[in-house]
């Protein structure tokens, strides 16, 4: 393994190039992440005033488990089989984001019909929950910027919406497809009119600019009262039907999908370390891979 510095990647980056015939750079990239091979990054890296640094030049030297290679080859192509899964589920669920987007965009032309927020919603305070209070569970925890973890308990019920109300990323709205947890950094919307599904006030309040109500201040907040005088345009009441249905069922699907994800990248991570270390055999893993597909 020779490493070299290209200068297209910049100087934080390196390009480590596998010897033809020892090692496998998919195999390789596992093994560097697997958590044995961190710890020696962690203990070897040159801590700096502003920044910590690997030694490129020393980086061969250390020490790392390398299967043969045809045992590498296969380590890698499971692993990364897990991967390339996981970026399929994501690139699904990005595309019909921007297909919502796009329906929702079009809809929108040649509004007149305004209102207020507060006349379509109302705006929920979160409930503090510390991480050392949580339980592991399958209840997403939101913050001010999407999940933050999760806990075995609810504090609403889905489908819901959660927005951002302290922090960096106050005014940002995060959608949960099931029962969640809004924690005391963000809002949680309660829909005031039946008219008016949550699915079409989720892509509504994306729009809504609410990141520019965000006062300016030492911690970032995200004011009620100005967030619900916000003025927004409504489309026909047959868009707003039409739209909430295609959407309910895209985000379902999206939401489906990201369940899945989440599920192999918790089996990819647990299997990433004994793989790469030998604990466990690849023919064993596969069937472990074949009971969650």
């Known amino acids: 393994m020779s490493p070299g510095v290209q200068g297209c990647l910049g100087r934080r980056m390196g390009l480590l190039r596998p010897k033809v015939g020892k090692a496998d750079s998919r195999f390789l990239l596992y093994a560097y992440l697997a958590p044995d091979f961190q710890e020696v990054i962690r203990q070897r890296s040159i801590h700096g005033a502003t920044v910590e640094r690997i030694p490129l030049v020393d980086l061969p030297d250390w020490p790392i488990r390398i299967a043969p290679l045809p045992e590498q080859i296969a380590i890698g192509n499971l692993l990364g089989a897990l991967d390339d899964k996981i970026g399929v589920n994501e690139l699904v669920i990005s595309n019909a984001s921007t297909l919502l987007r796009a329906h929702f965009s079009a809809g929108m032309q040649g509004i007149t019909r305004e209102v207020k927020l507060g006349d379509l919603i109302d705006l929920r305070y979160g409930k503090a929950l510390r991480e050392t209070d949580r339980t592991p569970g399958k209840v997403p925890v939101f913050g001010g910027n999407g999940i933050s973890g999760w806990h075995n308990i609810a504090l609403a ?16 709205v995060s959608w949960s497809q099931g029962p969640y947890w809004a924690i005391d950094t963000s809002f949680y919307v309660e829909p005031l009119s039946s008219r008016v599904p949550q699915e079409f006030l ?14 300016d ?13 916000r003025d927004v345009e409504l489309p026909s009441n047959d868009f707003i039907l039409r739209f909430s ?3 309910e069922s895209l985000l379902a699907l999206s939401a489906q999908i990201g369940d899945e994800s989440r599920a192999l990248k918790e089996l990819r991570d647990a299997l990433l370390p004994e793989l790469v270390s030998g604990q466990i055999r690849v023919r064993d893993a596969v069937k472990v891979f074949e009971g969650v597909r």
């Open 245 to 247: 249905a295609a959407a």
């Open 202 to 215: 989720y892509f509504l309040l994306r729009s809504a600019g609410l990141r520019n109500l965000v006062g």
């Open 157 to 172: 019920q889905g489908p819901g919406i959660i927005i951002g109300r302290k922090g960096a990323n106050a005014g940002s």
């Open 217 to 229: 201040s030492a911690i970032p907040g995200l004011n009620r009262d100005v967030a619900l005088g």
